[in-house]
């Protein structure tokens, strides 16, 4: 299923640009003195005489100028836009509200851009709520209103995070909000997760949420995410840091695409969390995360290995991954405790991923370059800056350059560097818009 948001294409995902859009760009610049084009019919009643385009092509045209998340220029350009006239003002509205921060910030705190406070936000902005698909937002467990967004103090000892009113507020007034990126905190030490009316209000709201990324404050084995997600049964993909031990309430009816655990070591926890697998369909989860495959959890995955296309472990598994997971395109080690001799890999492997700055081990970096020439269709290679400069790196670098695997290095600061290769930008965005094989093939 195709978790694509409602977003400006980024740049490897582009369609060809529409004749109409060149000829708009043409019409733009400047003929020196000579006469301008005629081909194109022109409203002597609207700024500079602009060509008359039809409104779709102006939408293509300002999804051009940007791309999500916004930069700071991009919403420059999109206030831009929305201030040429009345019909530009949705588009520009559209991706200027797409994606939202929500912050109680203090007056003397200087905002990022894109980030807005409660208060002003449902009392002066609430109708523009309608555009948004997605929210960062920080919420505390506390049963009043936030404070103004210029009060010098804001509620409790997490002054920026908003209140369960103003939290359930904003929620109301985003119909379409399919992305939740939500961070709680707790004020009391034996709360744990909403108090039931909290959860009977939020399920009242039903949101089409696709996408959960959740955080906690201490502590972090909450039972929150167990209580949410039963709530969201549209969603496809979810990130969460959980290794709640306890006893766990009925299994969800969900149908995960992408599924991430990075520090849950539960078998529990993790079959809690899979996709009930059909005896019909092939299961959808594609992506998959967890921190290591834990005792008798081969049974547990063995219903999805032959779904899941990209892997990310941190631990190194005590068994072979090969006959698990059979069509596995992607492969990522998180974690420096590896060491030789690695697992077997599957041989439909095209990518592998050294998401670590150093091993504890020597052996690990002259293993995977002995696995290199037996794994045929491996395509590429990607590996952390600082891993570059391990004493065996020489060694993975002349396997995959005899065997025509690319190695792509992934920089330290990329800011310094400029921007990193599309495919490690695609990586690390949540959700992943495509698998190893999808992004190629949308790129080719």
Known sequence: MNLVLSRAPTEHQRTPVHPMITLWRRLRTKHNG????????????????????????????????????????????????????????????????????????????????????????????????????SFTIRVIDEIVASS???????????????????????????????????????????????????????SSLVLPIEVLDLKY???????????????????????????FPKLLPERPNVHLRELRLPITSLATVIEWFLPTPSHHDRCGLRILELYEIPEGGNALLSAHGSSITSLTLSRQPASGLADLFTDLDEFVIAGPFWSSPLPSLPKTLMHIRLQVHAFMSDSVLPSIATAVPSLEKLRLMSVEEALTTDKHYPILQEACKTHGVEILVNPIDSSLTGTVHPYLAEMDRFPRQHTFAEFFDVKS
């Open 148 to 202: 103004p967004i210029f009060a010098q103090e804001g509620p409790g000892r997490y002054p920026e995070c908003v209140t369960i009113p103003d939290f359930l507020s904003l929620l109301a007034h985003t119909p379409g909000l399919r992305n939740l990126r939500l961070s709680v905190y707790w004020s009391q030490e034996n709360q744990y997760s909403f108090k039931p009316f909290i959860l009977d209000w939020l």
């Open 217 to 243: 404050g201490r502590p972090i084995d909450s039972p929150l995410v167990y209580d949410v997600v039963r709530l969201w049964p549209t969603l496809r993909a979810l990130r969460v840091r959980t290794n």
């Open 34 to 133: 000579r006469s301008k084009p005629t081909d194109v019919k022109t409203d002597s009643s609207s700024p500079g005489n602009a060509p008359a385009l039809p409104l779709e092509i102006v939408d293509q045209i300002i999804k051009e100028a940007c791309e999500l998340p916004l930069r700071r220029e991009d919403r420059q350009v999109l206030r831009a836009c929305a201030l040429v006239c009345k019909s530009w003002l949705p588009f520009a509205r559209s991706l200027l509200y797409h994606s939202v921060t929500i912050e109680n910030t203090r007056m003397d705190v200087s905002r990022t851009s894109g980030t807005l406070g409660p208060v002003a936000l449902l009392h002066q902005r609430s109708h523009l709520l309608t555009y948004t698909r």
